[in-house]
């Protein structure tokens, strides 16, 4: 409790402020402060008249009564309600936290966008699984927006039966199962493209339709009749070089190769082979090995066969490896003679004859692999069957699945 005592009512006195009790200070409510700076401003009153009735003080009455009139002069210009700066502080520190919480979440998305990338499943499966999995929790664009998919793919996948279709069928299958099981059963080492250009050459010469590749892979798989994804492992060194030619009689490829019988014997195979039509030109086997002269022998052969003639019209390039019977003189002297000009591929490069290396992997696999070879007469008494087979029946990738034969006569 304060007092102040005056001595002359005229002359102002300094304040004293006696405090008679310890109380606790009070708390004024908003209406009560509104009140008393209304008090404050009536006619006749002051901050001084209405502080002492109430027991305040009268700074902090005036400091009401300043802030009232202040908050309402901005209230005018501002043209709309006006906010306590303890509401201002709030707000303001929530939106602070609004933004870190909005920050970390940010982040996390990116976290998980980022290991979707990396992530080995479809995203596609995903986003599909978990609007299945949360029916009704995410909206749909939502969901595509977030792990970057496409809401029409999942629009259409919800959009299917549950229940999806068993294998498709078609009656007109069964007469071109029978066919397909011909071919495989006479050449097992067939994938489907291979099966499909037999099938479709049998078909043009019934003169029906031909059937598109993927029919053939579908009726080959439901009756599993295909091959295995892969025959064999590459090396992880690449080759940049060109060894096909752009048309025939420009490069000839030679080499030889390896067939065992089940009675110990070893057949070695000699051969030349066109880099553009693929065909074989002229072939020589021996139990023995490979000499020079029976090198020299092909040469001539195949410049026989190709040109009728003992010399070539124009310069012909014989590549092969740097064998001893290819790099002798004499058949380098040979070579000359008949128009043909040497190149070796480099050591330890296989690939820069791969013209040749691909036809060796295609005779055993397609032929001797697939034979029962018990000695060196039965291998010799095959070999010219197959390489006709060769010629004139096998299917090559690089021919759009022609044969030889078909690829020179198409191109003459």
Same mark, same amino acid.
């Given at each position: ?81 006006? /906010? ?93 199962? +029978? ?30 339709? /031909?059937?598109?590749?993927?029919? /053939? ?40 190769? &390896? ?49 009728? +003639? ?21 058949? +380098? ?17 296989? &690939? ?17 692999? /697939? ?34 034969? &078909? ?6």
């Amino acid at each position: 409790m304060s007092k102040a005592m005056s001595s002359d009512p005229i002359t102002p006195s300094p304040r004293v402020e006696i405090i008679t009790s310890v109380q606790r200070r009070r708390r004024w409510s908003t209406a009560e402060k509104v009140r008393l700076v209304e008090e404050a401003m009536q006619p006749g009153s002051s901050v001084s008249l209405i502080a002492r009735r109430y027991g305040l003080s009268p700074s902090l009455l005036f400091t009401w009564k300043r802030r009232m009139l202040e908050g309402g002069r901005q209230a005018v210009q501002a043209d709309e309600d006006m /906010v306590g700066t303890s509401r201002v502080r709030e707000l303001e520190k929530r939106v602070r936290d609004l933004e870190r919480l909005l920050g970390r979440k940010t982040m996390e998305v990116e976290i998980l966008k980022e290991a979707l990338d990396l992530a080995r499943g479809k995203k596609t499966r995903l986003a599909a699984a978990l609007l299945e999995h949360r029916r009704g929790r995410f909206p749909m664009k939502a969901v595509a927006d977030t792990l970057g998919v496409a809401r029409s793919n999942l629009a259409e996948r919800f959009a299917k039966p549950p229940r999806p279709r068993g294998p498709y069928r078609k009656p007109e299958d069964l007469p071109l199962l +029978a066919l397909i099981r011909e071919i495989v059963d006479a050449r097992p080492t067939y994938g489907y493209r291979r099966v499909t250009a037999l099938v479709n050459r049998k078909l043009r010469g019934d003169g029906k339709p /031909v059937v598109n590749a993927k029919r /053939v892979l579908r009726i080959m798989r439901i009756n599993g009749l295909t091959l295995a994804p892969h025959t064999a492992q590459r090396q992880g060194r690449t080759h940049d070089g060109v060894v096909v030619a752009l048309r025939s009689n420009v490069r000839w490829c030679s080499d030889h190769l &390896e067939l065992h019988c089940r009675d110990g014997a070893v057949v070695r195979v000699l051969f030349a082979i066109d880099a553009c039509d693929r065909e074989v030109i002229a072939w020589s086997a021996t139990t023995g090995g490979v000499s020079g002269e029976m090198v020299r022998d092909l040469m001539v052969a195949c410049v026989e066969r190709r040109f009728g +003639a003992t010399r070539t019209p124009h310069a012909v390039e014989w590549l092969s490896d740097n064998g001893s019977a290819y790099i002798a003189r004499e058949t +380098a002297q040979i070579a000359t003679a008949l128009g043909l000009h040497l190149a070796f591929t480099p050591v330890r490069s296989p &690939e820069s004859n791969g013209i040749s290396e691909a036809f060796v992997k295609t005779l055993k696999r397609d032929y001797a692999r /697939v034979t029962l070879l018990p000695d060196a007469a039965t291998v010799l008494h095959l070999l010219p069957g197959w390489f006709e087979d060769y010629n004139t029946v096998h299917p090559h990738s690089g021919l759009r699945m022609l044969s030889p034969r &078909e690829f020179i006569a198409q191109s003459a």
